[in-house]
């Protein structure tokens, strides 16, 4: 099959697309018009991804910054973060909530991992970060959590947390198998996370000084990303094979490779350098007895073959030389009205003591959509992730969905599942046949038109 050029949406397109973002209700979330959102939100992450691979995303970024429209995106990915921590466990502990598909589920626990998405591909541009104004504060408190989820899987684990092995995954039933697709997603969404805490370090003398004092002394940002650089949560070793995790799959790495380092790795060094060099961090950082020995562990890892990688970090093993042998002096405290982020705290206490009632509702009105409207949003899904666009965005090839291996093999009526052999399509057939059908009614919909 020839390949298809897949282009970014019209310039009018996006500016309609990025007008019409707006704030939901945490009771709406899932909800006629929250898909709406949904649907803007995918639209202008997959332009956003295809412009980006051309160079051509100023016109989106202006867009964001114009009508600011950051702080709706980050108050949006910290509503869908609530309900996934409130909401969604309560739905799964419900007696009475048998969905005939977990689609609708899983299209809201996706709305996180877009917009994150979403802001780690804006959030490289200045201005970007300059317009999110007092919600950066809540976005910094967002990363925080999600890099402290990932610090402690990686202390705690004995092998990689989110790669579960494929017999395990036949005897799942249709909730359980999306309890185990929440968790890859939650690991990958607190790597973009990480993407984004870097981008937003780079800009630290354009923050307010709120934001610095939130990264440094509150969340210790600085001890957090050590621990990140000691225990590497993207990269372990199982059976004697070495693997990283890199474009959204794990690799077994050669061992030639082992040594170089990845995307990843680089977000925490260049977030580190931004956080340590930086005269007015090293102004405020409370560098006491604690923080001085977490710092000094970097040490170890400054190898010659790293800083051959990312010669930057010659900076940062002076700095930790002339650490180990002065006392910094104390950080100095400016008399500043200190501002707190708000919308996580204001999402919680309107919500506090509605977690059930709100999740009883949405069961009756939101999750358990008849046959009609399952097939209304499943042609709205592949009206947006069309076969051509989805080709064009994917960075690997794709692997099987029963044991992991590559794949050339799509299930020809839905296409939306891959195998390596007729008798994997053949096992999974039972737990895929209600959405195969579902999606190849879409798709003949989709075809008629």
Same mark, same amino acid.
């Given at each position: ?18 007008? %019409?973002?707006? %704030? ?140 579960? *092995? ?155 030389? *002339? ?35 709100? %999740? ?38 794709? *692997? ?41 009614? %879409? ?7």
């Amino acid at each position: 099959m020839a390949a298809v050029a897949v282009a970014p949406l019209l310039p009018a397109e996006v500016e309609a697309l990025v007008r %019409a973002l707006q %704030a939901t209700e945490l009771r709406d979330t899932g909800g006629q018009g929250w898909l709406q959102q949904q649907e803007y939100v995918e639209k202008l992450n997959m332009h956003a991804i295809l412009s980006a691979s051309m160079g051509q995303e100023q016109l989106l970024t202006e867009l964001l910054v114009t009508y600011t429209k950051i702080p709706v995106l980050i108050g949006e990915l910290i509503s869908v973060e609530i309900w996934k921590h409130k909401i969604f466990p309560v739905l799964c502990r419900l007696e009475d909530f048998k969905p005939r598909s977990t689609f609708p589920i899983y299209v809201v626990l996706h709305h996180e991992a877009s917009i994150i998405n979403l802001l780690e591909t804006v959030f490289f541009h200045k201005e970007v970060c300059e317009s999110a104004e007092d919600s950066i504060l809540d976005l910094i408190d967002y990363c925080h959590r999600k890099l402290t989820l990932l610090a402690a899987r990686s202390t705690n684990r004995q092998s990689n947390p989110v790669e579960p *092995h494929p017999e395990d995954l036949a005897s799942l039933s249709s909730m359980q198998e999306l309890q185990k697709q929440a968790d890859k997603m939650e690991f990958e969404i607190s790597l973009k996370a990480l993407s984004v805490l870097r981008f937003i370090t780079d800009q630290v003398e354009s923050l307010p000084l709120s934001a610095l004092t939130r990264m440094l002394n509150t969340h210790n940002l600085p001890c957090l990303l050590v621990q990140l650089v000691e225990h590497c949560p993207w990269s372990y070793w199982e059976a004697g094979k070495f693997k990283k995790f890199e474009n959204g799959t794990w690799h077994v790495v050669p061992p030639e490779d082992q040594v170089k380092m990845t995307k990843l790795d680089g977000q925490v060094w260049l977030a580190l350098l931004n956080l340590l060099l930086n005269p007015e961090c090293q102004r405020k950082y409370h560098f006491d007895g604690f923080n001085k020995s977490q710092l000094l562990k970097l040490r170890a890892f400054l190898t010659e073959v790293l800083i051959d990688q990312l010669p930057n970090l010659v900076e940062i093993q002076r700095f930790l030389s *002339h650490l180990t042998v002065t006392e910094p002096a104390p950080p100095k405290k400016d008399l500043v009205l200190e501002q707190v982020p708000v919308i996580w705290d204001h999402i919680i206490k309107k919500n506090t003591g509605k977690w059930e009632a709100i %999740a009883k509702h949405q069961v009756k009105c939101v999750f358990s959509p008849t046959e009609e409207e399952l097939k209304l949003r499943a042609h709205r899904w592949t009206q947006i992730y069309s076969l051509d666009m989805m080709e064009a965005l994917a960075l690997d090839k794709p *692997h099987c969905r029963v044991c992991g291996a590559e794949a050339a093999k799509r299930c020809s009526r839905c296409r939306n599942e891959w195998y390596c052999t007729r008798a994997c399509q053949v096992q999974h057939w039972q737990k895929h046949k209600a959405a195969c059908n579902l999606m190849a009614g %879409a798709l003949k919909s989709v075809d008629g038109l």
